[in-house]
């Protein structure tokens, strides 16, 4: 198949571009290059690749192409906070255009990447999609706006679908530390404490940033039907974590380091704890390849082959809120 990816220099994007080449797909990349210059690794080239926004693309850019996996986007809630109109336009009014335009360019198939932060101040336990969505940041608003927009394009020759990815962690070749995972195994590694921000109790899910991409790969591959309109939770039952247990998990594989909660957010808002069977039965052979050990395990090495310290800790380069106000300046 001939895929386009937007996003494809980011976090995810690298290890989609790497499977959809195993997988003997094409694929075209379409990035700004925001976070270019921060990657700790060299990333995977597209066959073809567009350097612009994406809202530039035209139909003729995605004429040919079998699906976008659309991942560009502001892409967390301290960015939203510092420029919620970039985060409005780009992820809802850029997105809804995008999925347009893929429709009218004969583009069959339109993955978007949502997030488990729609759920946002769970309600309940165990949140299921039909859970009520009580999005408490303009990054969870403009993914919710996404997908009621772009459903309403489905029909019988166009496919969107909506993966709900819980919050992501382990190695990237373009490396973000401002993931709460990562975000204490970087401290353990470069402060020698594991910082917790809040109380510890708020529930994440949480889904190595490797099976992300495999799960994009699953949507790519799926027949239409499966995969046609849906919002799917993206992540595993059993890996759903209490920040504190996240702490707990870093202090196994880093002793020494003392865990300090500074409270400094208070009580956070964002308390979700997700239900991914639907996932799961869509895609019966699916199985997550890490786990929180395993992915953690992995990047533990990774910092100390790239000897991570408190420069890199303290600096722009893996905290993507930094990198942008640097890039926007
Ligand atoms: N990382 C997570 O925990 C997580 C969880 C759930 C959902 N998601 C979603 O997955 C997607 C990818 O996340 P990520 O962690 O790789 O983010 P990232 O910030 O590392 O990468 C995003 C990429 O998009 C590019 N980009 C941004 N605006 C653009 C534009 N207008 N035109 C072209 N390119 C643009 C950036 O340059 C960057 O390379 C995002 O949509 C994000 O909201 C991420």
Redesign the pocket.
């Known amino acids: 198949m001939k895929i386009l990816i937007?996003?494809h220099?980011?976090?995810?994007?690298p290890h989609l571009v790497n499977l959809l080449h195993e997988h003997g797909h094409q694929v075209t990349g379409?990035?700004?290059?925001?976070?270019e210059a921060c990657a700790w690794e060299s990333l995977p080239a597209a066959d073809r690749e567009i350097r612009g926004?994406?809202?530039q693309l035209t139909e003729a850019d995605l004429e040919g192409h079998d699906c976008v996996c659309h991942?560009?986007?502001?892409?967390n809630d301290p960015m939203g906070d510092l420029n919620p109109e970039l985060t409005y336009t780009?992820n809802r009014d850029?997105s809804i255009e995008l999925a347009r335009k893929a429709k009218r360019a004969g583009v069959s198939r339109f993955l978007f990447?949502?997030?488990c932060s729609v759920y946002g101040k769970g309600e309940k336990l165990d949140l299921d999609e039909t859970a009520t969505l009580n999005p408490v940041s303009a990054y969870a608003e403009s993914k919710i706006a996404t997908e009621r927009e772009v459903v309403k394009l489905a029909d019988k020759s166009f496919s969107p679908a909506f993966l709900r990815?819980a919050?992501?962690y382990g190695h990237s070749p373009?490396l973000?530390i401002d993931?709460v995972a990562n975000n204490l195994l970087a401290c353990a590694i470069a402060r020698g404490d594991i910082r917790i921000m809040s109380d510890g109790t708020p529930w994440r899910p949480l889904v190595h940033?490797h099976d992300i991409a495999r799960a994009f790969v699953a949507f790519a591959e799926a027949p239409a039907k499966v995969i046609h309109t849906q919002a799917i939770n993206i992540g595993g039952n059993d890996q759903n974590y209490q920040v504190r247990d996240v702490g707990d998990a870093v202090q196994r594989l880093v002793p020494n380091a003392k865990i300090v909660y500074t409270g400094e957010v208070g009580s956070d808002p964002r308390n979700y704890r997700v239900n991914f069977d639907r996932f799961q039965q869509m895609f019966p052979g699916f199985k997550l390849k890490y786990n929180l050990q395993t992915g953690l395990e992995e990047l533990l090495a990774k910092f100390r082959e790239h000897q991570f310290g408190l420069k890199d800790f303290e600096g722009d380069q893996f905290v993507?809120l930094r990198a942008l106000k640097k890039h926007l300046a």
């Not at 220099?9 to 994007?13: D, Q, S």
């Not at 379409?30 to 976070?35: E, K, L, M, Q, T």
């Open positions: 937007t996003g220099r980011g976090y995810i994007g379409v990035d700004i290059g925001y976070f926004d994406f809202r991942l560009a986007a502001i892409s780009t850029g990447s949502g997030s990815n919050t992501a373009n973000r993931l940033c993507r």
